[in-house]
Nanobody
Framework: QVQLVESGGGLVQPGGSLTLSCTVS????????IGWFRQAPGKEREGVSC????????HYTSSGKARFTLSRDKAKNTVYLQINSLKPEDTAVYSC?????????????????????WGQGTQVTVPS
């Protein structure tokens, strides 16, 4: 059984940093990319960043390259998303997903909807 479990969310003051974890069981990250998405209240889900099985990183947002850092610990089968300089607009539920692909599909690719495993998400709140 494949499971993705996110952790590390919480309440962080503007300007602070946070590291989210996505721990995967039931599949090995040697063969799967892992993507991070977020959904703010009343908004559509948007892609944040993705790391391929060969550690190629794709940032799906314009601010991602500057503020989001993705890394992976293969021994722990865990992917980390570090978010720096947090802003109130970063408030959202952050979820990780493993597509049936070693490479990162586009943020809007149907793969994410139809051929991917998803975690339950973790809440990140940055007060204004």
């Amino acid at each position: 059984q494949v499971q993705l479990v996110e952790s590390g969310g919480g309440l962080v003051q503007p300007g602070g940093s946070l590291t989210l974890s996505c721990t995967v069981s039931g599949l090995t990250l040697d063969y799967y990319a892992i993507g991070w998405f977020r959904q703010a209240p009343g908004k559509e889900r948007e892609g944040v960043s993705c790391i391929s099985s060969s550690d190629q990183i794709t940032h799906y947002t314009s601010s991602g390259k500057a503020r989001f850092t993705l890394s992976r610990d293969k021994a722990k089968n865990t992917v980390y998303l570090q978010i720096n300089s947090l802003k109130p607009e970063d408030t959202a539920v952050y979820s990780c997903a493993a597509p049936y692909d070693r490479d990162c599909p586009g943020a809007r690719a149907t793969t994410w909807r139809s051929h991917a495993y998803w975690g339950q998400g973790t809440q990140v709140t940055v007060p204004s």
